[in-house]
């Protein structure tokens, strides 16, 4: 966790559609289970790629990202109304309690610094759901970050555990892994 952040000269490349062969947006709403009620939180938001597929579904979207620079490359493209952007560290959100029912984090937990996982667990409400989708360090490094930067689904369900989540599905795939959780 907390290896290096992705780099804003390369947003362009998170806006490719091809992107959806490694977490397509059906599977992510499936695992999330959103409703037109909930509120959710997606943590390391970068260009609002996949941001915009929850907005689509979810009452209120906040696209949390540490670079400034993506929220804007975010509201060049467009941000829908439902979607708040806000420049923070996951590891300290300027979020109330419980004030999410839902957390998404797509292929950003790499990037992630510890606290970021108890700050999930405050934020999200007792019995809401929490959904990380991730490049694997059991995949081939093909593509996506270096294997020596990445963990595997076990790794990041111990630790999302150990932060006060109870693991729904735990799976690995050929280059990326799942994990879904309830708080
Ligand atoms: C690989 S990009 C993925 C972006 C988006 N989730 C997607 O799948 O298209 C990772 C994003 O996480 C953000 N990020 C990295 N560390 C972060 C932190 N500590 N807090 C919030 N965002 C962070 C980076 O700025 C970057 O935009």
Same mark, same amino acid.
């Given at each position: 966790?907390?290896?290096h952040?992705?780099?804003v000269?390369?947003?362009? #490349?998170? #806006?490719?559609?091809?992107?959806?062969?490694?977490?397509?947006a059906?599977?992510?709403?499936?695992?999330a289970?959103?409703s037109a009620?909930d509120?959710?939180?997606? !943590?390391?938001?970068?260009?609002?790629?996949y941001?915009?597929v929850? +907005?689509? *579904?979810?009452? %209120?979207?906040?696209? !949390?990202?540490?670079?400034?620079?993506?929220?804007?490359?975010?509201?060049?493209?467009?941000?829908?109304? #439902? *979607?708040?952007?806000v420049a +923070?560290?996951a590891?300290?959100?300027?979020?109330?309690?419980?004030?999410?029912?839902?957390? *998404?984090?797509?292929m950003?937990?790499?990037?992630?610094?510890?606290?970021?996982?108890?700050?999930?667990?405050?934020v999200?409400? =007792?019995?809401?759901?929490? !959904?990380?989708?991730d490049?694997?360090?059991?995949?081939?490094?093909?593509?996506? =970050?270096?294997?020596? #930067?990445?963990?595997?689904? %076990?790794?990041?369900?111990?630790?999302?555990?150990? +932060?006060?989540?109870t693991? %729904?599905? *735990?799976?690995? %795939?050929?280059?990326?892994?799942?994990v879904?959780?309830t708080?």
């Amino acid at each position: 966790m907390g290896f290096h952040t992705y780099d804003v000269a390369r947003a362009d #490349e998170l #806006e490719d559609s091809s992107r959806y062969e490694y977490c397509s947006a059906e599977e992510l709403l499936g695992a999330a289970a959103l409703s037109a009620q909930d509120r959710v939180l997606d !943590v390391g938001s970068g260009t609002g790629f996949y941001t915009d597929v929850l +907005a689509g *579904v979810a009452d %209120r979207v906040y696209a !949390v990202d540490l670079q400034p620079a993506m929220a804007a490359y975010y509201r060049d493209k467009g941000v829908p109304a #439902e *979607v708040a952007t806000v420049a +923070a560290d996951a590891g300290t959100l300027p979020l109330r309690d419980d004030a999410v029912d839902v957390a *998404v984090s797509t292929m950003t937990y790499h990037e992630l610094p510890p606290a970021a996982m108890p700050e999930l667990a405050r934020v999200v409400r =007792p019995g809401g759901r929490l !959904v990380v989708v991730d490049w694997t360090s059991a995949g081939t490094g093909g593509e996506g =970050p270096p294997l020596e #930067e990445r963990f595997d689904a %076990r790794t990041a369900a111990g630790a999302l555990d150990e +932060a006060g989540f109870t693991m %729904r599905r *735990v799976e690995s %795939r050929r280059e990326t892994f799942l994990v879904s959780a309830t708080r």
